[in-house]
């Protein structure tokens, strides 16, 4: 073979190893793009989103909007390029996603618990919001802590040192002045038992704190007799939780809450509230917006990033906190326009 037939050989397996690399090798990252929607008003299959039991509901109208993010793993170099190319797409290190310290598994494992805590904060929060009243259970208890053996989680304080527990920081007032070695006295309820007490010897602190340890992060859970049930199967983490929260308290008043309008939103809450920033808000917008929605919750911490990226048509409305949510639907309800970032 002459000269021009070894180029063009070589030029032909070139080209096939290069296909080949492109098509087959995996690629360090992943790819975020806009994710499912969901109503939470809604239905998941025959069951509602969101479900009540044993407490009065009513109608409710419109959309109340969860929104994800889809993340694209086990990516070829083509396949990352023609994500990325179509502009729908963001990359981003896998290792971000996939710590190479956990297994898929226990990344799984860690998104589904957060997704169930945010329901679980959904439910106190929108319940506390309401007027209902609260009870302050057992959560975490440290090992080999004084309350180790004593108490377990979910059992409900009712007073420490002589003192009534009516929320979490209220147990940690009950121990001021106490020191390691002080014995104090913990009533409590156990399931459905009676009320129990315990004398417990207070340990030291592990920090700086002079007082004495107990061992217990307290938390606090609705004091009612119905039940809410949150059915929506393969979503992970916490970032539903604020529209979540929106739906109980929408199903258990009067009226349309969001007017009937289709409002979607995002953000993370906590017990009392408080609306906390997520990530991939982008295409969570983009995702709102192509299913219907016409205004956006927006957590105040993501407000930046939202007000530059907004697609066209999609009203915007800051929130801090679940107060400034329900001012926002309140505005709609009256035809008025929310605060906006």
Not at 239 to 253: E, Q
Request: proline share 8%; aromatic share 6%; hydrophobic share 40%.
């Amino acid at each position: 073979m002459n000269r021009r037939t070894w180029t063009l050989l070589t030029s032909v397996v070139l080209v096939v190893a290069f296909g080949l690399l492109g098509a087959f090798a995996r690629v360090p990252y992943v790819a975020l793009g806009p994710g499912p929607t969901y109503d939470t008003l809604g239905m998941d299959g025959n069951v509602p989103v969101i479900g009540i039991d044993g407490q009065q509901t009513f109608p409710t109208g419109g959309h109340l909007n969860m929104t994800t993010v889809s993340v694209t793993d086990q990516l070829s170099l083509f396949g990352a390029l023609g994500l990325w190319v179509s502009g729908r797409y963001a990359l981003a290190p896998r290792e971000l996603y996939f710590p190479p310290d956990k297994t898929e598994q226990e990344i799984e494992q860690e998104n589904t618990k957060a997704f169930s805590d945010s329901q679980t904060t959904a439910e106190t929060a929108a319940l506390r919001y309401l007027g209902y009243p609260m009870k302050v259970l057992v959560g975490e208890i440290v090992k080999g802590s004084p309350a180790d053996g004593v108490l377990e989680p979910g059992d409900h304080l009712l007073a420490a040192n002589g003192k009534p527990v009516t929320d979490p920081a209220s147990l940690k007032a009950a121990l001021v002045g106490t020191k390691a070695g002080d014995r104090v006295e913990i009533r409590f309820r156990h399931a459905d038992q009676p009320e129990q007490v315990a004398s417990v010897q207070l340990g030291p602190n592990p920090g700086t704190d002079p007082q004495g340890f107990l061992g217990v992060a307290a938390i606090d859970r609705p004091d009612v007799n119905f039940d809410i049930k949150i059915s929506l199967a393969d979503v992970g983490g916490p970032s539903a939780g604020l529209m979540f929260t929106l739906a109980i308290i929408d199903k258990l008043t009067p009226g349309e809450l969001n007017g009937g309008q289709f409002v979607a939103g995002t953000g993370e809450i906590s017990p009392t509230g408080e609306v906390g920033p997520i990530g991939g808000i982008p295409f969570k917008m983009v995702k709102a917006r192509e299913a219907g929605a016409t205004t956006f919750l927006v957590p105040a911490g993501n407000c930046a990033e939202a007000k530059a990226q907004a697609p066209e048509g999609l009203q915007l409305a800051k929130v801090a906190n679940l107060g400034d949510a329900t001012k926002a639907l309140d505005a709609l309800r009256g035809g008025q326009v929310p605060a906006s970032c």
